[in-house]
């Protein structure tokens, strides 16, 4: 569907994991025809996780891409627009706030909602960054089927590590996880599952400080770890390496424009998605820096739809006076 390159909209949803997803459900049913932006990953995290056994009402494990063409396919059936649009620019200042997508087109609205997710963090080595895609990735549902039969590097110490490292243990010879610590901080579900799979082995306390690459094109070979304690280094051989340290709040539209914490999260009010810019509100893994999971994203994108419709709905007699 072509939009007005002006056209003014009273909700737009930007982003479309479990909690864009969920608020479009919510606005759709409150009658606020909400258009909602995907990106150009539409799905979120979820698309490149594999078995979900703890979202509710499913009996058996589900596949994330499955769970979330399911909400995109509930979104739309109550009426929720959905566009696989990039935004590139938000201007929180403008009333109606002004948005800007990477075709070239722009739009305006009256509310948003902000539900742009997390990134994967990296280790910040110049050596991860040379061999993305040589044998680099922090993505094993993506590239682990490169690794059949070989022998593979996880780095990291919570959920997404242990994840990882089960789903490589399937497909790879030997599983190597690197952790700076000397105990998880996964689910202890999964950590005991990690441990019976004879093929996985845990290096504790260590970080790596360097990945090891050989060959034309050059691959990974290796990597050179550091034992946080003693500073003694070591290396091993690996013919891939999968980082899973944990995610990054997605606020680059935002940055200078909301109220930020400390640690990068969009801020909101406590029990709410309100954010510091009224009219913008905030859901999912771009503003929880604590639970972080589909369910809770699903549950705060409820509570900003409901929101957004309740300020909406209290704007309208200010919005036709002025017009
Ligand atoms: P996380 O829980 O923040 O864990 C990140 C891990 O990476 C930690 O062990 C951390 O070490 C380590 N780390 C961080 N920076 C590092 C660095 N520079 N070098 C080496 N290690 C580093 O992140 P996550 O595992 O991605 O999980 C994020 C959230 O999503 C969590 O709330 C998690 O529960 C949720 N999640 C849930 C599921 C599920 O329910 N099945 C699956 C995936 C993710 P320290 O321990 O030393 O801090």
Known sequence: MLLHPSHRERLVIVGA?????????YAARAMLRPLLLAGFQPGGQLMITSDVENYPGFASAIQGPWLMEQMRAQAEHVGARI???HVVTLDLAARPFRIGCDSGRSLT???IILATGAKAKWLGLPSEEALKGFGVSACATCDGFFFRGKKVIVVGGGNSAVEEALYLSQIAA???VVHRRDAFRAERILVERLAARPN???????????ILA???PRGVVGARLRDVASDAVEEIAADGVFVAIGHAPATELVRGQLALKPNGYVETTPGSTATSVEGVFAAGDVADDVFRQAVTAAGLGCMAALEADRWLVAQTPLRQAAE
Do not use: F, L
Request: charged letters at 30%; glycine letters at 10%; a negative charge.
């Open 83 to 85: 566009e696989d649009e």
């Open 200 to 210: 996985v082995t845990i290096r504790w306390n260590r970080e790596v400080d360097e």
């Open 109 to 111: 609205a009256d509310a």
């Open 214 to 216: 050989a060959g034309t």
């Open 17 to 25: 994991g479990p909690a864009g997803y969920t608020a479009a459900i």
């Open 174 to 176: 030997q599983v190597v």
